[in-house]
């Protein structure tokens, strides 16, 4: 694989790895930045570009909140350098293997970042691909807009478009990123008909909303969703009339009557609103508009709605709900799989108690074991930190390549049947309890 590819919309300059073994594309523009006028609006094609763009380097986050100032996350995630904040967020990155063809049609991972739709990026410390590459797997993470950028929804808006909807634009910004990657990938070595989607936290409720929507039919065959889906989760999908209201008191707040001057705002002056008037609930958020999501993601799991493909769900021992509300709405996912009489789904529970202090298995945690990316953090790992990081990168690069994490060497991972209805159990030990 040379460093050099060359995309639709033009060349671009990547780099390799430290060891030599994957080729890094950082910051790669999927989309044109969506500023000005585009502000608001679904994502555009990038205009083509002479010359050749330097991809060495990751592209800015969506605006929003200084990460490191978190007591527990900031000290866990957002320590380290992260990039700049900018309205033009809108890219991409990709690891491949530095010895993958155009013709090798490598299996794809892409990857959805979490951040309570409020923040987030997908260049965080804790993600990385150079240990999916190494198992043959092409790892993509994606930067959308977040907040009021990518969430804000108003009857004005419903004006611009022949569908008459509005708002969920940080998930039409996922959709479009997909339909990039499919157009792109082969030239990355990558096989467009083998996208398998990820998320964790709002990328997990991200995940599930783009295999509920009808936009998305063919785009990928499997999905896995971490901490943050299944059935009665994280609150039912809002009404538009929802997200006008916390919308309009965005422009009350910002003294602005139209949709027209809040566009011209500056962006940090919009980013500061879009926090001042959400408060403790999770308000900036994908909802129900008749045309991306005809219905609630429950309503539409429920009724078959979502797509047949492979699915992977679990949660972590302590997390959101004390680790019961989102393990009950997996399992209930799995289930209606069952009812539904699709392909059975594979069920985990990640239960190690992370070492360093007394946080447990806390929201986000299992992040470090699925990317590879120990050495990053600053925990005093063991050997079974080690080992449990190994068994679930093999897991999911498995089930982005065959749509079934197991593989030799690993323990069987049996998915979700009436027969078997217990997780597999990420822990210090890897297992499958019986029923």
């Known amino acids: 694989m040379e460093t050099k590819i060359t995309t639709k919309q033009g060349a671009l300059q990547g780099v390799l790895s430290q060891d030599g073994k994957t080729c890094i594309f950082r910051g790669v523009p999927y989309a044109q930045p969506p500023v000005g006028e585009l502000r608001f609006r679904r994502p555009q094609a990038h205009e083509p570009w002479e010359g050749v763009w330097d991809c060495t380097a990751f592209g800015p986050r969506c605006p929003q909140a200084d990460l490191a100032s978190m007591d527990f996350y900031g000290k866990e995630f957002y320590d380290a350098m992260v990039p700049r904040e900018d309205e033009d967020c809108l890219y991409l990155n990709i690891w491949t293997p530095a010895q993958a063809q155009p013709e090798d049609k490598l299996p794809v991972l892409f990857w959805i970042h979490g951040g309570a739709f409020m923040h987030g990026c997908g260049s965080e410390k804790e993600f990385d691909g150079e240990t999916f590459a190494r198992q043959g797997v092409i790892l993509v993470t994606i930067n959308y807009r977040v907040n009021a950028f ?56 991200s995940v599930q909303t783009l295999s509920s929507s009808p936009l998305t039919k063919g785009l990928f065959q499997g999905a896995i969703l971490q901490s943050g889906g299944g059935i009665r989760a994280l609150g039912t999908t809002p009404s538009k009339e929802t997200l006008w209201e916390i919308s309009q008191k965005l422009l009350e707040h910002l003294g602005c009557s139209t949709v027209e001057q809040l566009r011209q705002a500056p962006a940090n002056t919009l980013r500061d609103a879009a926090y001042a008037v959400q408060g403790e609930e999770l308000r900036w958020r994908p909802h129900v508009d008749g045309w991306l999501l005809p219905a609630t993601t429950d309503e539409l799991a429920e009724s078959g709605a979502i797509h047949p493909i492979s ?11 004390d680790g019961k509300l989102l393990q009950e709405s997996g399992a209930r996912w799995c289930e209606n799989l069952q009812k539904l ?89 890897v297992g499958q309890p019986k029923n």
């Open 341 to 429: 009489g699709r392909r059975p789904a594979y069920f985990y529970f990640f239960d190690r108690k992370l070492p360093g202090d007394s946080a447990g298995a806390f929201h986000s945690c299992e992040l470090w074991y699925q990317f590879g990316t120990l050495d990053r953090c600053w925990r005093p790992w063991e050997d079974c930190d080690r080992e449990l990081s190994q068994v679930m990168n093999s897991y999911w690069a498995n089930f982005a390549k065959t749509g079934d994490p197991n593989g030799e060497g690993l323990p069987e991972w049996k998915a979700y049947t009436q027969e078997n209805t217990q997780p597999l159990v990420l822990g210090e030990t």
């Open 311 to 321: 699915y992977m769900i679990g949660s972590t021992g302590d997390d959101i709900g």
């Open 150 to 205: 990518g969430f804000f929804a108003h009857p004005e808006l419903e004006k611009e478009n022949p569908e008459g909807v509005s708002g969920n634009y940080g998930i039409l910004d996922q959709i479009f990123a997909l339909q990039w990657v499919r157009e792109n990938i082969a030239a990355f070595g990558g096989d467009p008909e083998k996208i398998t989607i990820d998320g964790q936290s709002a990328g997990c409720m």
